[in-house]
């Protein structure tokens, strides 16, 4: 597979952490920096689908009505032991 090079800016306080990750885990920099890229792509793109299925939801009509939310918070705040 091939790469492309990516470079950005980080503050001191990230680069330092990030070589203290990768010397406790004799792991360089750039595993750590692609481990966190792709972690965060990962959950981004759910965040992103899953506001999409949402949106394809409330365009098909399939929308729960504001009483049935209400009853549900009241329920659940009854139930709570505070």
């Known amino acids: 597979m091939s790469s492309t090079v990516l470079s950005f ?3 001191e306080e ?3 952490t990030l070589d203290q ?4 885990t ?3 920099r750039q595993y750590h920096l692609q481990q966190a890229l792709s972690r965060y792509l990962e959950a981004e ?7 999409s299925d949402g949106i394809a939801d ?11 939310v209400k009853a549900r ?5 009854d ?4």
Not at 58 to 68: R, Y
């Open 9 to 11: 800016q980080a503050d």
């Open 26 to 28: 004799e792991r360089d």
């Open 45 to 51: 793109m759910r965040q992103m689908h899953a506001i």
């Open 79 to 82: 139930n709570s032991p505070d």
């Open 73 to 77: 918070w009241v329920k659940r705040a």
């Open 21 to 24: 990750l990768a010397g406790a």
């Open 58 to 68: 409330a365009d098909a009509g399939n929308l729960t009505d504001i009483e049935s």
């Open 14 to 16: 990230t680069v330092q």
